[in-house]
Nanobody, 120 residues
Framework: QLVESGGGLVQAGASLRLSCAASERTFSTYAMAWFRQAPGEERDFVGHITWTDGRTYYADSVKGRFTISRDVTKNTAYLQLDNLKPEDTAVYFC???????????????WGQGTQVIVSA
């Protein structure tokens, strides 16, 4: 099971840190990913991190503003959102899987999502 937290309502230019806590039983994963879904839109890839070595990869739309990290002792992944823009408004989901992939289909365990709203 994955549980996200940390969303909220912020102004443009602000920062947030989202957390994704994994239960011990879930945690035989290779990669953790973040996706986001704006109202009426598809769920889009944001980035992923390899659990073993911390390698990261990001979508072009967030590169340089968002940072993924993990704390292996807490079984928790993080998504640092900096310099937020109104177009970043979405529900953010974390997911775990056995591949480093930007495709939703490659992730088998999903959290319930946390809402981020960025006002202009």
């Amino acid at each position: 099971q994955l549980v996200e937290s940390g969303g909220g309502l912020v102004q443009a230019g602000a920062s947030l840190r989202l957390s994704c806590a994994a239960s011990e039983r879930t945690f035989s994963t290779y990669a953790m990913a973040w996706f986001r879904q704006a109202p009426g839109e598809e769920r889009d890839f944001v980035g992923h991190i390899t659990w073993t070595d911390g390698r990261t990869y990001y979508a072009d739309s967030v590169k340089g503003r968002f940072t993924i990290s993990r704390d292996v002792t807490k079984n928790t992944a993080y998504l640092q959102l900096d310099n937020l823009k109104p177009e970043d408004t979405a529900v953010y989901f974390c997911a775990s899987g056995q591949f480093r992939s930007a495709q939703r289909i490659d992730y088998s365990v999903w959290g319930q999502g946390t809402q981020v709203i960025v006002s202009a």
